[in-house]
């Protein structure tokens, strides 16, 4: 490819509102370009850089079995009304009234798509197991995109779903994601770690998120570097403290005003905060909109409230939090609630709170608290479970030690939906005995886009891009300088002849503008032909990842060039191994 017939340009200024490394140097070296928030095009040089991605996807997923097809970016709403996920994702999804009223909208998933398929093409147990897989654009209307291709609200992604006919085999296909996964984030040159993550809203036992680790990540990991436990912090467990055991004693209205929060109603009784009960309401949403209950969920005050468990153990669609009028309707007030006589309310309390006696909680009346209430005595749950959220410094749930914070980014997900979607969209096939039974599915994403920024914020150092020959738009930026542009030439016919792919500057700029845009760019190998590097004997090689540099000889430079892109693939490939299964 000649750089002066190349569309889009590198830009000596970086983006104003770029937030990333990667957003900045994927515009400034003419990548991508911002068409509006979390919107973009991907010009010559991301597309070939995804391309090659893609074509890594797809090697590791069919080499498990996958067959790739083909389904449309727009669903329709009904569909995910017979799922139940209609609203529960709605505010996220793009949507328009349509011909007919069907309110048509962009897929932010195609689970039910894929049971639709699922419902038409498989009848019987020879037709599983089954593995599809397609590579399409995806909508999620983020009201806060953000770091380019990162988080944006245009993206491309590759999902696959796995087809059993029981948990068994569902269990093979999710390992043999695992490592496909592994696979191909090695030969994309960017490390990942693989975590367990909130499998909340299916009825599966497991999912996992693989995460690169980086401070600019949304995602919170808590980490145990003594035993090697790592967890989303959406799902991480901890080694609650135990209190000293207690007898219970009488339970006493205190007045305590202005004492609406924990902070001001310890230290207003001088108690640690330990000693107090935090209440929390959330309305949860369960299979439709229409279905809406108040949740009253209790916490040691110590500790926050982690709703990704909550809604968890509660099987809820969405949380969102109580309106004031929705908590007084079920007999509390709000900054002095008690779960003693509240009524027509899901009352669930982390599972601590049974331990923990002689707690300090709200009496449901404006400036008055109940002290020595215990749970049992006083009140019982619904239900009680582990619903506190992790923290830096928690003890590990395995090992006992501290544990620390670490931030993320989500580049690939997998999560047993089991059989969900079969059950509520009708997938059913007849196993060998004539009965019919629910297909069991896995559901497996990994985020193009978001892949191709991530390796760019890995892979980049001052001067700009530096990228894995895996996934290089060009293997060999030559740029040809005054006096040198003849032999360039024959060298850029010479190495196109040889299969080498080459971004060659032709372009009538001086030397250091092309120097400039070969480090922007970040192509692995560069060759730069001269009047001087001809009198020294040939052509200048540099790896763009080192500062040496040598001359080769002319007719070594296509078969040398040759031998260095394969030591680079065959490093690249060195890094594939097999990862235990966690």
């Not at 999912?207 to 690169?212: L, M």
């Not at 599972?351 to 923990?356: A, E, F, K, T, V």
Request: hydrophobic share 40%; proline share 5%; charged share 25%.
């Amino acid at each position: 490819m000649l750089m002066s017939q190349l569309f889009g340009q590198t830009l000596r200024e970086p983006s104003a509102d770029a937030q990333a490394a990667s957003y900045r140097l994927l515009v400034q070296a003419g990548f991508i370009r911002p068409l509006g928030a979390g919107i973009f095009s991907y010009l010559h040089l991301a597309r070939r850089s995804m391309t090659k991605i893609e074509a890594i996807l797809r090697e590791e997923i069919e080499r498990i079995g996958g067959q790739e097809i083909t389904m449309p970016v727009v669903r329709r709403a009904e569909r995910w009304t017979e799922s139940g996920r209609r609203y529960q994702t709605d505010n996220e999804t793009g949507r328009s009234s349509g011909r007919e009223d069907r309110e048509p909208g962009l897929a932010m998933s195609h689970d039910e798509m894929v049971a639709a398929l699922v419902r038409t093409e498989i009848r019987s147990y020879k037709q599983l197991p089954r593995l599809i897989y397609h590579l399409h654009t995806r909508w999620q209307d983020d009201p806060r995109p953000r770091a380019g291709l990162i988080r944006a609200r245009e993206f491309i992604a590759k999902d696959s779903y796995s087809l059993d006919g029981d948990w068994e085999g569902l269990d093979r296909q999710y390992r043999a994601h695992y490592q496909a996964y592994y696979n191909i984030f090695h030969r994309c040159s960017l490390p990942v770690v693989a975590v367990r993550s909130d499998a909340s809203t299916v009825d599966e036992q497991i999912a996992h998120e693989f995460i690169y680790l980086t401070p600019i990540g949304e995602d919170t990991l808590l980490v145990c570097d003594a035993c090697g436990y790592m967890a989303n912090r959406q799902v991480a467990r901890f080694r609650k403290p135990q209190p000293e055991e207690e007898l219970p004693q009488p339970i006493e209205k205190v007045a305590t005003p202005g004492t609406a929060t924990i902070a001001d109603l310890a230290n207003f009784l001088g108690i640690p905060t330990s000693r107090t009960a935090k209440a929390i309401f959330r309305m949860a949403t369960f299979a439709t909109r229409e279905v809406e209950r108040l949740v009253f969920a209790v916490v040691r005050g110590d500790m926050d409230l982690n709703e990704a468990k909550l809604a968890s153990v509660l099987k809820a669609c969405s949380l969102r939090p109580a309106q004031e009028e929705e908590i007084r309707r079920a007999g509390a007030v709000p900054g002095y609630a008690s779960p003693i006589g509240v009524r027509d309310a899901l009352v669930v309390v982390d599972d601590l709170i049974p331990s923990s006696p002689n707690l300090v909680a709200g009496a449901n009346e404006e400036g008055y608290h109940l002290i020595n209430v215990n749970y049992g005595r006083d009140y019982r749950a619904d239900i009680v479970a582990d619903i506190a959220m992790a923290e830096e410094g928690c003890a590990c749930s395995e090992c006992g030690a501290p544990m620390r914070t670490a931030r993320g980014i989500a580049v690939g997900s997998m999560i047993k939906q089991g059989t969900r979607y079969a059950e509520t969209l009708g997938c059913t096939f007849l196993d060998r005995d004539g009965q019919r039974k629910p297909v069991v599915m896995g559901s497996y994403a990994i985020g193009v886009s978001r892949l191709l920024a991530c390796i760019a914020e890995e892979h980049h150092d001052e001067l700009g891009l530096s990228w894995p020959i895996s996934v290089a738009p060009y293997q060999v930026h030559l740029v040809a300088l005054p006096g040198g542009e003849e032999e360039a030439g024959r060298f850029y016919a010479g190495l196109r002849d040889a299969g080498v792919e080459v971004l060659y500057d032709d372009r009538d700029e001086s030397a250091g503008v092309k120097f400039n845009d070969a480090d922007l760019i970040g192509i692995p190998i560069r060759l730069t032909v001269s009047k001087r590097s001809l009198a020294a004997g040939g052509a200048e090689l540099k790896l763009r990842r080192s500062a040496d540099k040598s001359i080769l000889p002319g007719e070594e430079v296509i078969p040398r060039v040759v031998a260095l892109i394969e030591e680079l693939q065959k490093e690249i490939a060195g890094r594939v191994r097999t990862v235990p299964f966690r």
